[in-house]
């Protein structure tokens, strides 16, 4: 039985960041990779680091292999960013959980006063529909899965290309479905980013965290008086697991 399939998206850039963690406000992007396509045909790149201005987590490394040195002499986010944005234009962005890489761009875009906003194709959304028996639907899995390679892992522009390919396999795969019509799971939807609202750090937060600071002879990246809230709890928490909560 032949499905009806709307036509796939030809026109997209397929975005992917590597980041010192997960929050949009309070973590820096570290490297950018994108990858356009026009009519089905990949023409153009845009990939490079960005130095985040701070120590890169050891845990970030572990999983990325950005360390401090690589991005020593990268230009910073509002140059990085700006290229970025150009490249973008308002052309949908496509990724594997795309809303992850929306929300940083358009929190730095809001950052250097910028409004950004575009639709998006999300492959991890349209992989939970048309592939619901898997038992992981993460890139790699599905990389795995479509024979898909792209190295390095867990770097911005080769998953990028890995996204822009895993979504034609996923396309081919809805084609030769005889179960349903999959065609609108292809096209750009709506993302909302709502930006969240720096709170400052409190003064309950600032002598508990200067005395942590003291106790332990921790240094911080930031200074404690631009801190946010969020930031606050986030230092806390990681010196509190690191060295425990006694005083003496």
Do not use: W
Request: net charge negative.
């Amino acid at each position: 039985m032949e499905q009806a399939m709307t036509d796939k998206v030809l026109d997209y850039v397929a975005l992917d960041l590597e980041t010192t963690g997960l929050s949009p406000r309070d973590d820096r992007i570290i490297e950018i990779g994108a990858v356009k396509y026009i009519g089905g045909v990949r023409t153009d790149s845009f990939a490079c680091f960005v130095n985040p201005d701070i120590h890169i987590p050891e845990r970030i490394t572990e999983i990325t292999g950005i360390d401090d040195s690589m991005v020593s002499h990268a230009e910073y986010i509002d140059t990085a960013l700006a290229g970025l944005l150009d490249f973008l234009g308002d052309m949908p962005v496509l990724g594997h959980n795309v809303a992850f890489d929306y929300g940083f761009v358009c929190q730095k875009a809001l950052d250097m006063k910028i409004k950004y906003h575009t639709t998006g194709i999300d492959t991890h959304r349209i992989s939970r529909i048309l592939l619901a028996g898997l038992e992981s639907r993460s890139l790699e899995s599905l990389c795995s899965y479509y024979n898909i390679v792209e190295e390095p892992r867990h770097r911005a522009f080769s998953d990028a290309a890995a996204a822009a390919r895993l979504y034609e396999c996923l396309y081919s795969e809805a084609q030769r479905s005889e179960a349903q019509d999959y065609g609108s799971l292809f096209m750009p939807m709506d993302i909302v980013y709502t930006a969240k609202k720096d709170t400052p750090i409190t003064p309950k937060q600032t002598a508990f965290l200067e005395s942590l600071i003291k106790q332990h002879g921790v240094a911080l990246d930031k200074k404690i008086e631009s801190l946010t809230k969020s930031q606050a709890s986030r230092e806390i928490d990681k010196i509190l697991s690191t060295y425990g909560r006694s005083f003496q």
